[in-house]
């Protein structure tokens, strides 16, 4: 007789969380808090004369985001679908409140937060963990939904639209791309035919095209992507920063905190361009680790995903590894200058709370869901 895999279901207790998932998520913590202070020591020292300013707050974001991870790790998934229509409107009226003039902190020509006392809130990584839930609730509900375009994806697109273009109105091209790009990729996941959704992207080209045009600036970012090199001090200059960083780290990196870019000739190196200082510091073995834990994190999540006990787990699981893997890719792409720039972070190694709280809470989940995933084990006669 031959042997075959076969799933085991009808598990009492809730399993502990998939190991690999929970080191990789780790790592990438730990080496992200150790680069933020790296990167941010001389900035840190120059602009408000401590060096391990930025490190500390980051140390206090860290602390409370994994509280957060523990604790949403040990709540059932499940509770997420009944509130997920709740929690796409708080998602979308925190967002608005950005818009609102007194209320959202105006910062670098964008309104991307507000203040809650001495706490900025960036609503913008809120509302993609909370269009992830409603999506995947959304798909769950009929089977055979997405496959049907005018009752099926058409309202949730109409969705992924109104928020990416709040998110514009910020504003944030690439943190609307990103939903963008999380709402598709989920519709495709949840079954939508591929022709439906090569149409709508071929549609979509005149739309990406205005917004390209419309704003001088976008339109100077894509030209300097392309060639970044013909205005090297305005246009070009952080493409050409990150791959001075990134080409001075060769194999083995020049050493931690021997960074020569990050003393003000790389920009937001803390922040966007932090793995332009991490492969300058730690070189390509370094950045090449960094990568693969993020591997490893799309592995175990997929995982995850497919062997999750129902369709809202699996869809749930589905959207928040692709939430934070393509966020890394978009994000990766830009500092080796493969991307035009965007403002996008690198997730859990980026300097900021809410990027990094986010990004924590949704990982918990998935960390929950790998808690009731089935288990397919070998069995034969």
Request: glycine share 10%; net charge positive; aromatic share 10%.
């Amino acid at each position: 007789m031959t042997r075959r895999s076969r799933p085991t279901t009808g598990l009492r207790k809730p399993r502990p969380p998939d190991g690999l998932l929970l080191v990789s998520i780790f790592a990438l913590v730990g080496i992200g808090l150790i680069m933020v202070f790296s990167a941010s020591s001389y900035t840190a020292q120059v602009w408000f004369g401590d060096s391990f300013y930025f490190f500390r707050r980051q140390a206090v974001w860290v602390f409370f985001s994994t509280l957060l991870l523990v604790v949403t790790q040990y709540v059932h998934y499940g509770i997420y679908r009944r509130y997920a229509r709740v929690l796409l409107v708080v998602g979308m009226g925190l967002l608005a409140l950005t818009l609102i003039p007194g209320i959202g902190v105006v910062a670098r020509g964008s309104q991307r937060a507000f203040a809650l006392g001495p706490i900025f809130i960036s609503p913008a990584e809120l509302i993609k963990l909370c269009l992830v839930i409603y999506l995947a609730h959304g798909f769950c509900r009929v089977p055979g939904k997405s496959r049907q375009f005018g009752q099926g994806v058409l309202p949730y697109l109409v969705i992924i639209v109104a928020i990416a273009a709040m998110v514009m109105l910020q504003p944030d091209l690439g943190t609307a791309v990103m939903i963008l790009g999380v709402g598709f990729l989920l519709i495709f996941a949840a079954g939508a035919p591929l022709l439906h959704l090569l149409g709508l992207g071929i549609l979509s080209l005149p739309v990406v095209y205005s917004l390209v045009i419309r704003e001088p600036y976008r339109l100077r970012r894509l030209v300097a992507f392309l060639d970044p090199w013909a205005d090297p001090l305005d246009t070009g200059f952080h493409s050409i920063q990150s791959l001075y960083a990134l080409g001075s780290g060769r194999l083995f990196g020049l050493g931690f905190g021997a960074s020569r870019q990050k003393y003000l000739y790389l920009p937001e190196q803390h922040t966007d361009f932090i793995f332009a200082v991490l492969g300058e510091e730690l070189g390509l073995i370094g950045a090449g680790v960094v990568i693969l834990l993020f591997a490893v994190l799309l592995w175990r999540g997929l995982d995850i995903a497919a062997r999750a006990p129902d369709t809202f787990g699996s869809l749930l699981a589905t959207g928040i590894t692709l939430m934070i893997v393509l966020q890394a890719v978009i994000n990766i792409g830009v500092v080796t200058s493969v991307l035009p720039v965007t403002g996008i972070p690198l997730p859990l190694i980026s300097y900021g709370g809410s990027s990094l709280m986010v990004s924590m809470i949704a990982l918990g989940i998935l960390l929950n869901i790998s808690r009731h995933a089935r288990v397919f084990s070998k069995t034969g006669d």
